[in-house]
């Protein structure tokens, strides 16, 4: 009668840790994907981790002794799941990396910026309101901010002119409290508001109060910094 294969020890080793492998993917993609992603990832490792256990059991408990698998084989077949798991791994890290670039990234919101101010522009000693919707929290909003003239013919305002910038609601204190037309104003944005509300003043450093501007916000942003 021929002599047994012994069990093959390594093999039973590659095939423990693809099964362990097999069982922590699994779980990632649970807690940290969703929708096609996770129901096609999910299946291939739970398949891996399934054939891993098979592949282990005839070493453990073989039919008859002398069925016990060819170890060259076994070790052929757990090598081919750890490269499956390996290009699980790699799926996994860069939907992971999507995610947080996503999440993290500067978001352009010129375009739901509302502004309050009166049809002639806004007078020096006066000021306008700015509203934006914050949908993706980030941790500063910036806004740039500008002034055009009201009344082109009666001289440039513009020149003589600073905007003084105050949160009202739903975030920190703006920074800088005054700049000149064309200057950014960041504010903090606190987490889980709607939206962030600011009034913007005007002063004419000529004392000019019917030196009318009309403000102006060229590019908004929600960014991390």
């Known amino acids: 009668m021929a002599e047994a294969p012994q069990r093959d020890r390594g093999g039973i080793v590659l ?85 947080h670039h996503d999440a993290t990234k500067p978001l352009d919101v010129t375009g739901v910026v509302i502004t309050t101010q009166d049809a002639a522009g806004v007078r020096p000693g006066s000021a306008m309101t700015i509203r ?22 009666r001289g440039s305002c513009r020149s003589f002119t600073s905007l003084a910038p105050l949160t009202v609601l739903g975030g920190g204190a703006a920074r800088p409290a005054a700049l000149r037309p064309g200057g950014v104003v960041t504010v903090p944005v606190y987490r889980q508001v709607g939206s962030v509300t600011l009034k913007v003043g005007v002063v004419n450093d000529q004392g000019d109060r019917n030196c009318m501007v009309r403000i102006s916000i060229r590019e908004a942003h929600l960014t991390n910094g």
Do not use: H
């Open 15 to 99: 095939g423990l840790s693809a099964l362990v492998w097999a069982l922590v993917l699994v779980v990632a993609f649970v807690l940290a994907t969703s929708g096609v992603s996770e129901i096609v990832a999910t299946a291939v490792t739970v398949v891996t981790a399934i054939t891993s256990v098979l592949a282990l059991v005839p070493q453990y408990f073989p039919p008859k002794p002398e069925q016990r698998p060819n170890p060259g084989l076994l070790r052929a077949a757990i090598w081919a799941m750890l490269f499956v798991e390996l290009a699980c791994t790699v799926f996994l890290g860069a939907l992971l990396w999507k995610r």
């Open 132 to 153: 934006v919707s914050v949908s993706d929290y980030r941790r500063l909003l910036t806004l740039r901010l500008d002034a055009d003239d009201s009344d082109p013919g």
